[in-house]
């Protein structure tokens, strides 16, 4: 059964930092392109950043020089280190496989939620 879960999200002041963990079961992890998303209130999902198996790593325009994603792939797991975190950032995060830089095609997790207050 393919499986994501999301954790590590919470309340932070603006200009701090979070780390977010996803745990991956299944196949979805092996060989793909994983992804960090995000959705906030009344506005559509959006891509922040992929990883490769390899470890080549892509990032939106947004959160470039901000956020890192990385992978352990030896756990299944995925993190984005979140700093200098700013109020628009506040969402809940998801992970997901990715095809390149495109929607997430395994089953969504639940999310973890991130709230930046100015």
């Known amino acids: 059964q393919v499986q994501l879960v999301e954790s590590g999200g919470g309340l932070v002041q603006a200009g701090g930092s979070l780390t977010l963990s996803c745990a991956a079961s299944g196949s979805i992890f092996s060989r793909n392109v994983m992804g960090w998303y995000r959705q906030a209130p009344g506005k559509q999902r959006e891509l922040v950043a992929t990883?490769?198996?390899?470890?080549?790593?892509n990032y939106a325009e947004s959160v470039q020089g901000r956020f890192t994603i990385s992978r352990d792939n030896a756990k299944n797991m995925v993190f984005l280190q979140m700093n200098h975190l700013k109020p628009e950032d506040t969402a809940v995060y998801y992970c997901n496989a990715a095809s390149g830089w495109g929607p997430g095609f395994g089953p969504w997790g639940q999310g973890t939620q991130v709230t930046v207050s100015s």
């Open positions: 990883i490769s198996s390899g470890g080549w790593t």
